[in-house]
């Protein structure tokens, strides 16, 4: 697989040039600037992919071209803020950037209720709490009914964290789940937002009343109108799964596990049509066997994203090593490498590591516990294509 690395543009603190060091060979990124359905234009695509190209290295894939809430929820101005998309398609294409990743869930674009965790040798990982994350349902957001979503455990922990929480605490669990994991990604939320709960409630009334059926057809929708764009310039949609793979905060999701994957799939049975397999966010689901999903959607795989979840026993998850967790990325690598040696990889998120902390890195996207995972990944994919009679590619170095 071609080794790519999440960049966040020309403010990123991680340079390209570190990046070259440590065996990146393409770049995943998107015009961060851009306020969410607005064109991307051709110029500032140029301007982008030429400063990459500049590091002898390529922008591989565009994450996220993103879908606006309004064409989630079908609102008045859906039809217009598709062609701008199908606009920006046509603009990527014309600079030789084919792969899209992109998501549909509503509000929320990840959700993580600590953001360093401890692991037992003192490194940090994401970690989801259904505890807390109810908490925030119930206490902090006040959603009407909010208590029918969760089950008797969790309400008699949610309980006891009334006990327990200081205003302290409430604040950051506020910025864990709506500021620090969605500002960076989404543009739904931004950093210097005043009063991001109620702007989160406006949100999610957007929603009010939403089934899985309506979301599914809204997403149908949107497939259908731009894959004639996409045929015409050879895009490849990458579907990005839900994350967590679950419901929350009463809001339908729709892509989490093989039967939602392969509903979008045949919805509109087209190979633009496709996936970015994010090993993360589905192995964060007992009921999905990550290894059994690859096998099954490899084909239909774009982009992958390798990450491993741990599940505790009552259905909290942190973030694995990437040599251990639920997700078996060793195989994983097996099944990519034998259908695509050329798909573009990314290591996910990677644990807080050796001063990642003091440096303020985006929340999951530290620089040396991600390179750690992607050194690890390397050795994997080596390994790997020794196997299968592959030649493995080393970048940087002499043979
Ligand atoms: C989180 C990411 C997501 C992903 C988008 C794709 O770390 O995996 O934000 O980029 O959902 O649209």
């Avoid at 046509?90 to 929320?108: A, D, R, W």
């Avoid at 809001?251 to 970015?276: K, M, Q």
Wanted: proline fraction near 4%; aromatic fraction near 10%; glycine fraction near 6%.
């Amino acid at each position: 697989m071609e080794r790519t690395w999440r960049w966040f543009g020309k403010k990123d603190k991680i340079t390209l040039a570190m990046l070259k060091e440590i065996g990146v060979q393409g770049i995943v990124t998107a015009l961060h600037d851009i306020p969410n359905g607005n064109i991307w234009t051709k110029e500032k695509i140029h301007d982008l992919k030429t400063y990459i190209e500049s590091y002898g290295m390529r922008w591989s894939v565009v994450e996220s071209l993103p879908v606006c809430e309004s064409i989630k929820y079908a609102g008045p101005d859906r039809d217009q803020l598709i062609e701008n998309y199908k606009i920006s398609l046509k603009n990527l294409s014309q600079e030789g950037i084919h792969t899209i990743c992109y998501n549909f869930m509503p509000v929320l674009d990840w959700a993580r209720t600590d953001l360093a965790h401890p692991n037992p040798n003192g490194t940090t990982n994401l970690y989801f709490s259904h505890a807390a994350f109810a908490y925030f349902d119930i206490c902090i957001l006040k959603r009407k009914d909010a208590e029918k979503s969760w089950n008797k455990e969790i309400l008699e922990e949610v309980e006891r964290l009334k006990n327990t929480m200081t205003p302290a605490d409430d604040h950051k669990l506020v910025e864990n789940i709506i500021v620090k994991t969605q500002g960076f990604v989404s543009g739904n939320i931004k950093e210097d937002d005043q009063h991001p709960v109620e702007l989160f409630r406006q949100l999610l009334n957007l929603y009010k009343g939403s089934t899985k059926e309506q979301l599914r057809e809204n997403m149908c929708y949107f497939l259908a109108a731009i894959m004639p764009t996409c045929n015409e310039y050879d895009m490849y949609m990458c579907m990005h799964p839900d994350d967590p793979p679950f419901q929350i905060l009463g809001l339908p999701r729709i892509v989490t596990n093989d039967e939602d994957i392969s509903w979008f799939l045949h919805a509109v049975d087209d190979p633009h049509n496709g996936l970015t397999f994010c090993a993360g966010s589905l192995s964060a689901s007992v009921q999905n066997n990550v290894v059994d999903l690859a096998r099954k959607y490899a084909s239909r795989t774009h982009f992958v994203h390798l990450r491993s979840c741990h599940i505790f026993p009552n259905g909290d998850f942190t973030e694995a090593s990437h040599l251990g967790g639920r997700a078996d990325i060793i195989e994983l690598a097996r099944i990519f490498e034998k259908t695509n040696p050329n798909l573009p990889m990314r290591v996910d998120h990677g644990m807080t590591m050796l001063g990642d902390t003091e440096r303020g890195y985006n929340a999951g996207y530290s620089f040396l516990g991600r390179m750690f995972a992607m050194g690890q990944v390397q050795g994997i994919l080596a390994t790997v294509d020794r196997e299968l009679g592959l030649e493995y590619k080393q970048s940087g170095f002499y043979d």
